[in-house]
């Protein structure tokens, strides 16, 4: 029945995660979240609202906020934010799009820009769409009789192209100072978390105004003319600071992976609590300078990483890898679709799209990175539960093989059990606690050790251990109660007493399987389909051992009242027997831990000397 068993208490843990958000394609998924080490996640969306809002706006020269800054006084920026975005306007004054876009679309028409009189008054001509190398969008449009170049993207990329910048209505050479003054303000925005688009613009002289020179100066942006910065804020989700502080408590590391300029990465960073300082942070140019061997060294000590580009994802999933973690990555795009597939487990967002899904072991269909740690802790549980099983049924298993084998060579004429009731305690008595310890609550301090290894065994962690002792104390215990019921009453009735003892003892040996520490440590009824299936079986066996025509389908007998006290001894004796030997364990293993820190000082002194 162990297949059977696992098979299923995998499925109703998937079920469940399904309940809280998270949608397993595959079983496989369910262990590799338990021993998973690593996070490696985006910011947009997944740790922060995906609700954005434009906060600050420098232009001409100066820093504004959203509320006072005057649109109509600044119209030649906010008209390149509406022409160069592909965001769309709906007839009710609702927003779709990338968002981003929508942010400053919305900033537009909360200015009270009349969007679709720009877009129709100032068509647009060719777009160079956004990509992960450029880091920026272009277009051409025809504003007043000319074809004008606006570009909106990351300012360390557009600043580049930019020769010229307008301030107070008068178009200046981009001097040292003012782009110092442009950096000066730009790092003050990333670290108030704003994501920070630039803008800029030129005129395409009337004798370049052929439509293949056009594209090629649309990809080839030179002799710009920097218009401004726009600051949007995405808070952080709600619960992600704790689900961050869950995941650190628990062993594992969380990475941020975002397109973001590191001033903006790092300062939502410490928000939240994945970083403390510009030590964590390396840029996608960075990381490209690196050689393999440097990645491997250093890659520890990087918790976020910026501007970075989708081949950069796979590279560092790889390295990741390479040093034995297991690593969740997360994504929404085509793009995500390798580094997910390169990962231990691929995490794609329910928003995202269908190339992502298909390639996820998991999916979020709320998108909340406090999901992945809901589903992992749900992985670890699963886990620990196939543990209790798999100690539960070999323990008491071995009873009935050993109770048979022992009895044959030392009692030959004596019968331990018979055949129907051996059916009777694997299908009934073994069966429903099984299923039952399968739907344990996890325990309290489950998301406070660190994450199993992948290559360790199922029986470690002490479930090796305790199956061997525990199979050995229920042995004794029924052996003893055989020999001297066989030698005192005859077999029949030292039969019947064997095979009612068994089956109690192991309805209640359930209990002890639900922890390796003590019972006094947990709360031992918190299962209810456990509690449920207890009763049950009580309840069947003890009308198997009172009505005749069930005695009569098992062969045993009546037992008196003296004979039923012995049975219940018998049976409860084996919640304080493993109890005290679980004291010994935990005193044996304090014991070995005091005696290695205690030699550790003796081994630095004598590397010293």
């Not at 990333?190 to 920070?196: D, K, V």
């Not at 597939?341 to 992502?356: H, L």
């Not at 099983?389 to 071995?398: D, E, H, K």
């Not at 022992?406 to 099984?434: E, G, H, R, W, Y």
């Amino acid at each position: 029945s162990l297949p059977a068993v696992i098979t299923i208490i995998m499925a109703l843990g998937v079920e469940r995660l399904a309940k809280k958000g998270a949608i397993v394609k595959t079983l496989n998924a369910v262990e590799t979240l338990g021993c998973c080490n690593i996070i490696c996640s985006d910011k947009t969306g997944t740790l922060t609202q995906n609700k954005m809002q434009v906060k600050h706006i420098y232009t001409g020269g100066k820093l504004f906020s959203a509320d006072e800054f005057n649109a109509n006084q600044n119209a030649n920026i906010m008209r390149a934010i509406v022409l160069c975005n592909n965001a769309k306007l709906s007839s009710g004054g609702q927003i779709l799009g990338d968002a981003t876009e929508t942010s400053l679309l919305r900033f537009a028409y909360d200015k009270k820009i009349d969007i679709d009189a720009a877009n129709i008054s100032c068509p647009r001509v060719i777009e160079v769409p956004f990509d992960s190398t450029s880091k920026s969008m272009t277009t051409v449009n025809t504003i007043n009789g000319n074809n004008v170049i606006i570009t909106k993207g990351a300012f360390d990329y557009l600043l580049k192209d930019c020769s010229q910048i307008l301030i107070n209505g008068r178009v200046e050479a981009l001097s040292t100072k003012l782009k110092n003054d442009l950096l000066s303000i730009h790092k003050f925005m990333g670290r108030q978390a704003e994501r920070i688009i630039a803008v800029a613009a030129c005129i395409v002289e009337k004798t370049q105004n052929d439509a293949q020179n056009l594209e090629k100066m649309a990809k080839n942006r030179q002799n710009m003319v920097f218009l401004g910065l726009f600051g949007i804020v995405d808070p952080p989700r709600a619960n992600v600071k704790h689900s961050i502080s869950k995941c650190v408590q628990a062993g594992l590391k969380p990475i941020m992976i975002t397109g973001d300029h590191p001033d903006t990465a790092l300062a939502i960073a410490k928000e939240i609590g994945i970083a403390k300082n510009e030590a964590e942070v390396i840029t996608g140019q960075e990381l490209a300078a690196l050689s393999v061997k440097q990645v491997r060294e250093k890659l520890g000590q990087f918790s976020v990483f910026c501007r970075v580009s989708p081949e950069d994802k796979v590279k560092i999933v790889h390295a990741l890898r390479g040093q034995g973690h297991v690593v969740a990555m997360t994504g929404d795009g085509v793009n995500d679709a390798p580094s997910l597939k390169m990962a231990d487990i691929g995490v794609g967002m329910g928003s995202g799209t269908d190339v992502t899904k298909s390639v996820s072991d998991l999916i979020l269909t709320d998108d909340d990175y406090s999901t992945i740690v809901v589903a992992i802790e749900e992985g670890r549980t699963i886990y620990s539960n196939i543990q209790k099983t798999l100690q539960f049924l070999l323990s008491t298993n071995a009873v009935e093989v050993l109770g048979i084998f022992i009895t044959a060579l030392i009692m030959k004429n004596a019968v331990f059990l018979l055949p129907s009731q051996i059916l009777f305690i694997n299908l009934i008595t073994d069966s429903l606690p099984a299923f039952a310890l399968g739907l344990e609550p996890p325990e309290k301090d489950l998301m406070k050790h660190p994450p199993r290894i992948t290559k360790q065994s199922l029986f470690a962690g002490e479930v090796g251990t305790a199956i061997i002792y525990q199979a050995f104390v229920q042995t004794l215990i029924v052996l003893v109660m055989f020999v001297v019921a066989n030698a005192k009453l005859g077999n029949e009735i030292a039969s019947t007493m064997v095979f009612l003892t068994i089956c109690y003892m192991q309805i209640l040996h359930a209990v002890n399987c639900k922890t390796n520490k003590s019972l006094f440590k947990i709360k031992p009824f918190a299962n209810i389909t456990f509690n449920l299936s207890f009763i049950a079986l009580f309840a069947l066996i003890t009308a198997v051992g009172v009505i005749p025509i069930m005695q009569k389908a098992f062969n045993i007998v009546s037992l008196n009242l003296t004979q039923w006290l012995i049975v219940a001894f018998f049976s409860i004796s084996i919640i304080p027997a493993v109890e005290f030997c679980k004291f010994l364990l935990h005193l044996a293993k304090k014991s070995r831990k005091n005696t290695i820190n205690s030699a550790k000082p003796i081994k630095n002194a004598a590397k010293t000397a």
